[in-house]
């Protein structure tokens, strides 16, 4: 029996909600979409959503043309101002990432996903400063400079990788950076900017990110990284299959940069971790499934402890890199599936969206936390296997002793909500559908009925001001108990057993 102290240890940190991750920023403009972050907000409530494509073409803001003989540029953000709008609309903030190059200003053709995001360096850079400015005063123009120094600007995305930029030139990013840096704070010099957006595995580009910015007196609000534990992709017809590092891998990468430039200028800065997943593919069907929930809910409980924001990578399937999905669950990042299908990972910020302010305990395998009103929450996960030797266990106990009220006698109401291999589960119901791709309106009310979690309550007794709580927890299972004192208003002639008219004593 773990004993759960009666006193808070601190404040339970949120960082698992600062931010999350989006498709490009066109997609914004659909009604699936808008829809689908609308559920999302209604039920968790994030504060910033970032995603890429704010500069690509499919945003349409660089329109350069010819007038006179003369090469000129017009800058227009009528799509800009419409995601932004209905961003702010549904309450969540844009983390503006600064990318990709208007093929009108690329120095090159190189381009990265189905949609063909440009990752050359301008061909001018007076031009991408100039483009950078004009879309910072725009926004400090329409939404007011108190409002968009909420909003981080964060400098391309994963420059170290050839496919996101053009030869993984650091020198040509010092480059970018430095020009896009000035340009942010040549428009207001409050608004955050940073960078360098690494992947996993090129920490050694923070170290030097530090040192050019020193040296060249470049301006850095924040650091920010990226984190996966997926290994190599075993690629089959429109998915992939690979191999899992356990889930503190991706707390150690989000201290990463802490460690990597403590005694340097930036070692007190912000961390952002700008994506993290278990997987780095939108087309792994571990993301749709409760081994998925399981696998990342001591990283969300615990990534706090390490970075400032770590942005689950995305929200919703409505997503595009690798083409349009050929399938409803075909193991796209989001929490969503197209439609609104919530699954189980879905669920576990759900159920984080419903613990308390003030933390009470946390261990390997559970979180306790209290509300200001006296209800204790507790969260709690099977643990998983994630190199898939093994299925997990089918079962596993969890023994808690919880403070409850201030009476030292009496009743708590308990009410539990779970998640795992049948419960809370689409996916386990899509498969059991026959997997059909293009489900039918009855299939997708099924669906979504199978995506509720499996809900029960009962009484346990108050004794010296604590409830004995065991849970028993399924294979892959997450699961959230709330506890609350019973305050029986009930009138005293009231008896279950005359409900047929019987006679007791």
Known sequence: MIRVPAESDGPLSDAWRTCVGTGRLELALRRDYQDSLALLQRDIGFRHIRGHGLLSDGMGVHRPYDWQGTRRVHHSFTYVDQ???????????????????????????????WWRGNVTPPRDWREWAGLVRATLAHLVDRYGADEVRTWPVEVWNEPNLPDFWQNADEAAYHRMYEVTAHAVKEVDPAIQVGGPAISPGADAWLERFAEFTDRRDVPVDFVSRHAYTSGPAQHVPFAVHQTLMPATGLLDQFAAPRRALKGTHLGELPVHITEFNSSYRPDNAVHDTAFHAAYLAPVVTAGGDHADSFSYWTFSDVFEE????????????????HRQVRKPTYHLYAFMARMGGQRLARGADHLVSRHTDGRVTVLAWAPVDPTGQTPGPDRHTLRLSVPVGDRPRGEAFVRRSTVDEEHGNAYTAWRHLGSPRSPTPSQLDMLHEA????????RLPVEDGRVDLTLTLARHEVTLVELSPVADEAPPWWDERRLLGRDVP
Do not use: K, N
């Open 83 to 113: 995601v932004i709008d209905a961003y702010l609309g549904l309450g969540i903030r844009p983390f503006l990432e600064l990318g990709f190059m208007p093929e009108g200003l690329a120095s090159g053709e190189r381009t990265v996903f």
């Open 322 to 337: 690798t083409g349009v999905p050929t399938a409803l669950f075909h193991g796209g990042f989001g929490l969503l599936t």
């Open 451 to 458: 995506a509720e979690p499996a809900r029960g309550h009962r």
